[in-house]
């Protein structure tokens, strides 16, 4: 009996520990545009109020017909951004913690469109939401972003990206 009930719980908590994947980025677009986002991509943002600046990786995975997309975004004191959710919801749309999602994406002809999830921001201390338009041409993405909480515009600025070597 004793024996059933450690192998229930050792069970139990293996199948806890799993992380479970990341659900499919809202996705909308031409297959031929959203084929070419497909990757890992690396770069920076920067602009906004008082200068802030950070890094993003970018990283879309083909998954049968979805795309999965997640961010990290640093602030200048190398602080990682955290999402608005609490952490326990936040785990179960996320690769890792640290990771901000993708909320949609569109992709027409080179153009993108896209929302990250809410966060907090740090110069604040508010929720946010984060939109971004760009241009994809060949293993390079840039564009603008803007930053709201609510309809107040709180930051604008640019970002560029460049697919990761073999990705």
């Given amino acids: 009996m004793r024996r059933t009930i450690i192998v229930g719980t050792v069970a139990a908590l293996l ?11 809202r996705l909308q677009g031409e297959p031929s545009a959203i084929a070419r986002l497909a990757g890992g991509w690396t770069g920076q943002y920067w602009g906004g109020s008082g200068g802030r600046g950070g890094s993003l990786e970018f990283a879309l995975r083909s ?11 640093l602030d200048p004191r190398g602080q990682q ?3 608005a959710d609490p952490m326990e919801a936040h785990v179960q749309h996320v690769q890792t913690p640290s990771h901000l999602r993708i909320d949609y994406v569109l992709a027409k002809g080179d153009s993108l469109r896209g929302v990250l999830e809410p966060y ?3 110069d604040c201390e508010c929720t946010v939401t984060t939109t971004f338009f760009g241009q994809v041409r060949g293993d390079k993405m840039s564009g603008l972003f803007e930053t709201r909480s609510g309809a107040r515009l709180r930051a604008q600025g640019s970002w560029e990206l460049a697919r990761k070597s073999g990705g």
């Fill in 15 to 25: 199948t806890a520990c799993q992380s479970t994947p990341a659900p499919p980025i």
């Fill in 63 to 73: 998954g049968s017909d979805s795309l999965y997309g997640d961010v990290v975004m």
């Fill in 81 to 83: 951004l955290k999402a």
């Fill in 120 to 122: 907090v921001s740090p």
